[in-house]
């Protein structure tokens, strides 16, 4: 089974920072892509960012310019740097992590909850 450990959740007021992290099992992180995905109270799981072996990234709109993902293949951990926060940033934050193809397993952390209010 393999176990994604996160952390980084925190209340901060709007326009802080926070940086989340996510460590993956070193056997298969260096062959997947890895991903933030975030979920409100009452909305779907949406991709926030995510981020190939390779170092090539994409972010979802709302959060470009703002959040910056990376990874640290020496640590197998990858990074959810957060700045600027909105209260719309408040979600609990899931680490995904994507095996590449041929294979076809996703595994997912439990989750960190982020909260920005004042």
């Known amino acids: 089974q393999v176990q994604l450990v996160e952390s980084g959740g925190d209340l901060v007021q709007p326009g802080g920072s926070l940086r989340l992290s996510c460590a993956a099992p070193?056997?298969?992180?260096?062959?997947?892509?890895m991903g933030w995905y975030r979920q409100a109270p009452g909305n779907a799981r949406e991709l926030v960012a995510a981020?190939?072996?390779?170092?090539?990234?994409n972010y979802v709109d709302s959060v470009k310019g703002r959040f910056t993902i990376s990874r640290d293949n020496a640590k197998n951990t990858v990074y959810l740097q957060m700045n600027s926060l909105k209260a719309e940033d408040t979600a609990v934050y899931y680490c995904?992590?994507?095996?590449?193809?041929?294979?076809?397993?996703?595994?997912w952390g439990q989750g960190t909850q982020v909260t920005v209010s004042s």
């Open positions: 995904n992590l994507r095996l590449n193809p041929p294979y076809t397993y996703e595994y």
């Open positions: 070193g056997s298969i992180f260096s062959r997947s892509t």
């Open positions: 981020i190939t072996n390779g170092g090539s990234t």
